[in-house]
T-cell receptor, first 114, second 115 residues
Framework: DAKTTQPPSMDCAEGRAANLPCNHSTISGNEYVYWYRQIHSQGPQYIIH???NNETNEMASLIITEDRKSSTLILPHATLRDTAVYYC???????????????FGQGTILTVHP | EAQVTQNPRYLITVTGKKLTVTCSQN?????MSWYRQDPGLGLRQIYYSMNVEVTDKGDVPVGYKVSRKEKRNFPLILESPSPNQTSLYFC??????????????FGPGTRLLVL
């Protein structure tokens, strides 16, 4: 699975959009970009994933550049409860021994302040 | 409610005393796995199971055992715990899917202290 690079920490004001970047310059054509977050030692929580098109769900939006070498997770109206560690993970889809495995990096600590 | 449960949530034990951490999911998922999380090292996979009676090692399997006799349960066994197994443990499960849809659901975690 491709490696990812994220800033170690970011701040965001409550109510504003939080834009979390991720570089994955060695991503392969069959690899998806996943985002998970972990709130204070709770179990990681799935947020969103995408292959090459931008994606949106009730939690966030995912913008993937045309060359797929980087992406941005957008929390449109951050709240204090969005304070967490955000992980960008790149992995291939189902199949083979890597099925299901997530390789977590250090992630980005997002702090939302009042 | 779809969930992954782990028990116990907190455990203090002594070196060498066998223990089992249970994991159960109610989503009929084929895939289950165990991770440990340590400061500065992030989450690392210990063991995984692709279905009943099918298990394999992850990145840090030494000192651990697992079994998958039923689809819903995937216990983690520490036959002879040592202090370096003090950690926060997470169980996870996911359905088999395609198109990147194998999102994983994580349990609440088990904090283990081995003295």
């Amino acid at each position: 699975d491709a490696k990812t690079t994220q800033p170690p920490s970011m701040d965001c004001a409550e109510g504003r959009a939080a834009n979390l970047p991720c570089n994955h310059s060695t991503i392969s054509g069959n690899e998806y970009v996943y985002w998970y977050r972990q709130i204070h030692s709770q179990g990681p929580q799935y947020i969103i994933h995408g292959l090459k098109n931008n994606e949106t769900n009730e939690m966030a939006s995912l913008i993937i550049t045309e060359d797929r070498k980087s992406s941005t997770l957008i929390l449109p109206h951050a709240t204090l409860r969005d304070t967490a560690v955000y992980y960008c993970i790149v992995r291939a889809s189902a199949g083979g021994t890597s099925y299901g495995k997530l390789t977590f990096g250090q992630g980005t600590i997002l702090t939302v302040h009042p | 409610e779809a969930q992954v449960t782990q028990n116990p949530r907190y455990l203090i034990t002594v070196t060498g005393k066998k223990l089992t951490v249970t994991c159960s999911q109610n989503m009929n998922h084929e895939y289950m796995s165990w991770y440990r999380q340590d400061p500065g090292l992030g989450l690392r996979q210990i063991y995984y199971s692709m279905n009943v009676e099918v298990t394999d090692k992850g990145d840090v399997p030494v000192g651990y055992k697992v079994s998958r006799k039923e689809k819903r349960n995937f216990p983690l066994i520490l036959e002879s715990p040592s202090p370096n197994q003090t950690s926060l443990y997470f169980c996870a499960s996911s359905a088999r899917g395609t198109g990147g849809r194998e999102t994983q659901y994580f349990g609440p975690g088990t904090r283990l202290l081995v003295l």
